[in-house]
C-alpha cells in the first residue's frame, strides 16, 4: 500500500549530514564574532573621540588659564605630591648615599695631608748631618747615635726649633764590600750626597775614597790644624785619639784608615751660598772636635 504521508511521484527530502551541520554552526559562530568585532569597534571610535574631544577642550582650558582668562578650572586639578618628611637618619644617610665617592676622595687626601703634616710636626729637623762612611755595620749599630750625642755638644740650635739634633747618615759604599746586598743603592746615595750641600762633615776610611776622592773633594786641614799629630792633608786621623773611648767602643782600637775631614764648599745642585751655610755650622765643630781629641806635635 501507497505511504499516504508520501504520494506516489513525489522525492522524500533529503537529511543535513554532520558536515552540513557543523559548517552551519561554523557559519553562525563567524558571523557572532563579526558582530562582536564591530560592536567592539564602535565602541573604541566613540571612547577615541570622546577622549580626543576631550583633550581639546582640556588644551583650550589650559590655555585660558595660563592667560588669566579665568582662575580656576573644573577639568583641569593641579596634582601637588605629598612632601615626604625624612628623619635625621635619613637625611643623614642620603647625603652619604649620593656623595660617597666624593667624600671618598676628600677623606683620601685628608688623610695625605694629615700624614704629611704630622710628619713635618713631629720629625726632628737636625742641626747638622755627620755622613759615615766607614763600611763596617757593627761599628754604625754601635756607635751612630753616639756619634750624633758627641757632635751635638759642639753645635747650637741652628734651626731655631728648641732642640740640638745631629743625624748620622750611614752609608757604607766600598770597592771592598760590591758583592754585599744593596752596595748599588749605598753608592747611588752616596754620590747623591754629595750632589748637595745638605751634610759636609765627612767619618769615613781609605775604602770610600775611590768614591769620594778625598783629595779633590776635602778641605784641606793643614793650614789650621797642621800642628797636630793626626793631620795628613784632608784627613785626621781618629785611631790615635779618644774618639773610641767617647763612643764607648770596647771592640779594640779602631782601624788605623777612619778618618774625619770636612767638604770643600763648591757649587753643587745647591748653591754655592747655601753649602756655605752648612760648612759654617760643621767647621766651628770640626775645630772643638780635634782641639778635644787631638794631640799637637812635639
Request: net charge negative; charged share 30%.
Amino acid at each position: 500500500m501507497a505511504d499516504k504521508q508520501n504520494p506516489k511521484g513525489s522525492k522524500k527530502p533529503k537529511e543535513p549530514s554532520v558536515l552540513d551541520i557543523a559548517r552551519e554552526l561554523e557559519a553562525q559562530q563567524e558571523r557572532i564574532r563579526e558582530e562582536q568585532q564591530e560592536i567592539a569597534r564602535q565602541q573604541y571610535e566613540e571612547e577615541r573621540s570622546a577622549h580626543a574631544e576631550q583633550l581639546r577642550k582640556d588644551k583650550v582650558e589650559l590655555i585660558r588659564l595660563k592667560q588669566g582668562v579665568i582662575e580656576e578650572s573644573d577639568t583641569i586639578y593641579e596634582e601637588h605630591p605629598e612632601e615626604r618628611k625624612f628623619t635625621l637618619r635619613e637625611k643623614i644617610s642620603n647625603f652619604f648615599y649620593h656623595n660617597k665617592w666624593w667624600l671618598g676622595l676628600a677623606s683620601f687626601f685628608a688623610f695625605i695631608i694629615g700624614f704629611i703634616t704630622w710628619q713635618i710636626v713631629t720629625t726632628v729637623k737636625p742641626d747638622m748631618i755627620v755622613l759615615l762612611l766607614v763600611h763596617d755595620d757593627f761599628f754604625n749599630a754601635a756607635c751612630n747615635e753616639r756619634i750624633g750625642e758627641l757632635f751635638s755638644q759642639y753645635i747650637a740650635d741652628e734651626n731655631g726649633d728648641g732642640r740640638v739634633a745631629v743625624d748620622v747618615y750611614y752609608i757604607p759604599a766600598s770597592a771592598d764590600t760590591a758583592d754585599r746586598s744593596g752596595y748599588t743603592g749605598d753608592s747611588t746615595k752616596l754620590f747623591a750626597e754629595f750632589q748637595i750641600s745638605e751634610a759636609v762633615l765627612v767619618i769615613s776610611d781609605e775604602g770610600a775614597d775611590e768614591f769620594i776622592v778625598p783629595d779633590q773633594t776635602l778641605y784641606s786641614l793643614e793650614e789650621d790644624f797642621g800642628d797636630y799629630a793626626q793631620t795628613d792633608g784632608v784627613r785626621f786621623y781618629l785611631s790615635d785619639t779618644g774618639f773610641a773611648d767617647a763612643l764607648e767602643w770596647d771592640e779594640g782600637p779602631l782601624d788605623k784608615d777612619i778618618y774625619i775631614g770636612i767638604r770643600k764648599v763648591r757649587k753643587t745642585l745647591d748653591s754655592e751660598e747655601e753649602m756655605q751655610k752648612v760648612f759654617d755650622v760643621s767647621y766651628p765643630a770640626l775645630r772643638q772636635f780635634i782641639e778635644e781629641y787631638g794631640t799637637k806635635s812635639e
